[in-house]
């Protein structure tokens, strides 16, 4: 059984993009910053998973942080009490983990579980590394289509990425423009 990449690459973009909107359209006070596909191995396993999506938004990270540092029950944060903090991207605010949208699932149970076993038999057929070489490539074309589409109004600064821990740099560099490397991580701007 193969894998029909380029189905594959439409419906992980239209249940992102769905879902993202959603959440953005139920939240019309927040600025959200970043959308990300988050959960995917580049490390052998048994088998290949699919992203989930995340969503963060500078109300949400505010509330979160203050919740942590104060151990308090939630408190509403305005659109103008909140000022983006820049950090590093192993930072929470980079962690899609620990947003307040995290862990998304793209697809029911059953789709999830035939697209992975698609491309867990590709892997046993074709090598490991070229298959999740390829599938990264179809992630981080989603990636790159689901930006123009959510990064309006008052979204305009957000930002759509693979994360990835182990290759951080490297596709950060891939899926930000160098405009917004040098505002969000300028360590990896060059």
Known sequence: MGVDWTALEEAIRRSALRQAREVIDHHPGHVFYAVALDGVSTEPAEKIELPVLALNSEQALARDLALAETDQAPVDVSEDDVEPAEESFYSRRWNPPDWH??????????????????????????????????????????????????????????????????????????????????????????
């Open 101 to 190: 949208w995290c862990s998304m699932e793209l697809f029911d149970e059953s789709a999830t579980e035939l697209w992975s076993q698609a491309l867990t038999n590709v892997a046993l057929h074709h090598g490991w590394e070229p298959t999740i070489r390829r599938y990264y490539e179809m992630l981080l074309s989603v990636t790159a289509s689901l930006g123009p589409e959510l990064a309006t109004g008052r979204n305009s600064e957000l930002v759509c990425y693979l994360s990835d821990e182990d290759h951080a740099d490297k596709i950060l560099r891939r899926c930000l423009s160098d405009e917004q490397l040098r505002r969000h991580f300028p360590e990896l701007a060059s």
